[in-house]
């Protein structure tokens, strides 16, 4: 365990979610515009709130839809 958390820790991983993945599972998931996350090995929590940066960046993209952020780490 590195005990390691920072707003958008590992920024390409960040960049491809944003980019690449979140379109996808948008189109994928538009009928029920629901969409959970579970983020494993965040330490005290700032990936989690990277994560809800990134949709609260785009707010007319997901208007309307329901997301859940977990964030878990087996650290203290």
């Known amino acids: 365990l590195n005990n390691e958390t920072y707003f958008f820790r590992d920024k390409p991983t960040f960049d491809q979610l944003h980019e690449d993945i979140l379109p996808v599972l948008a189109q994928r998931r538009s009928e029920t515009r629901r969409l959970s996350i579970w983020s494993i090995g965040c330490s005290s929590g700032q990936e989690v709130y990277?994560?809800?940066?990134i949709f609260a960046d785009q707010p007319e993209r997901w208007l309307g839809w329901t997301i859940d952020i977990l964030g878990t780490d087996v650290s203290h």
């Open 50 to 53: 990277s994560l809800a940066m």
